[in-house]
């Protein structure tokens, strides 16, 4: 099992970014594949963006173009770029590992209009 935390969530306007981090103590040399989700309030838990091991990405089409999720094995940290940034992103952010089935606390992202 591995633990992730998030961090980065906050208070922006609309049109502002983010960039959420995701460190993972998990110790291979290329961490496995991950993905982030979010959960607005009221709603289900959706999957935003995902990236496997190998780097290929894949996003809901909700954030196309807007949001950009990259990786750095040397620092076990996934992060999501997020821009243009609106108030239907807001909800909290979690990250999950594919390979290990954990979840982080979740970090809360509020996009203000």
């Known amino acids: 099992q591995v633990q992730l935390v998030e961090s980065g969530g906050g208070l922006v306007q609309t049109g502002g970014s983010l960039r959420l981090s995701c460190v993972s103590s998990?110790?291979?040399?290329?961490?496995?594949?991950m993905d982030w989700y979010r959960q607005a309030p009221g709603k289900q838990r959706e999957l935003v963006a995902g990236?496997?091991?190998?780097?290929?990405?894949n996003y809901v089409d909700s954030v196309k173009g807007r949001f950009a999720i990259s990786k750095d094995n040397t620092k076990s940290t996934v992060y999501l770029q997020m821009d243009n940034l609106k108030p239907e992103d807001t909800g909290v952010y979690y990250c999950?590992?594919?390979?290990?089935?954990?979840w982080g606390q979740g970090t809360q992202v509020t996009v203000s209009s």
């Open positions: 990236i496997t091991s190998g780097g290929s990405t």
């Open positions: 999950r590992s594919r390979v290990f089935g954990s």
């Open positions: 998990e110790t291979s040399y290329i961490i496995g594949a």
